[in-house]
């Protein structure tokens, strides 16, 4: 059964970073989109970053405009782990984050920006329970 453990959560001052891991289980990353997605109350789901990976390396990487520069995904191969640095937070990333995974044809199946609904990650099939994130001012 495959189970995505996301954990790293917190709460930091604008300005801080937090890393966010999630452990997956019964699951290669090999030819597979592995994603961060984010939901703020009263907002839609998110995409924030996403990797088209075929192990033993990641051949794609894509990350939201909003996050570019400040977040970095980064799988973890040999402990089956899939990161996400987040640096120079601010309020506007508080949200709850998510670390999702699908099988891919290829790249294009990982790509963000392909639509809001895409976006969302509604292709994804596999998700964890979340960690928060607050940023304070």
């Known amino acids: 059964q495959v189970q995505l453990v996301e954990s790293g959560g917190g709460s930091v001052q604008a300005g801080g970073s937090l890393r966010l891991s999630c452990l997956v289980s019964e699951f290669t990353f090999s030819r597979s989109c592995l994603g961060w997605f984010r939901q703020a109350p009263g907002k839609e789901r998110e995409g924030v970053a996403t990797?088209?990976?075929?192990?033993?390396?990641?051949?794609?990487?894509y990350y939201a405009d909003s996050v570019k520069g400040r977040f970095t995904i980064s799988p973890d191969n040999a402990e089956n782990a899939l990161y996400l640095q987040m640096n120079s937070l601010t309020p506007e990333d508080t949200a709850v984050y998510y670390c999702?995974?699908?099988?891919?044809?290829?790249?294009?199946?990982?790509?963000?920006?392909?639509?809001?609904?895409?976006?969302?990650?509604?292709?994804?099939?596999?998700w964890g329970q979340g960690t928060q994130v607050t940023v304070s001012s």
């Open positions: 999702a995974a699908r099988r891919a044809s290829g790249y294009w199946d990982c790509a963000l920006g392909r639509g809001v609904e895409l976006d969302r990650g509604v292709e994804y099939t596999y």
């Open positions: 990797i088209y990976s075929i192990s033993p390396g990641v051949l794609s990487a």
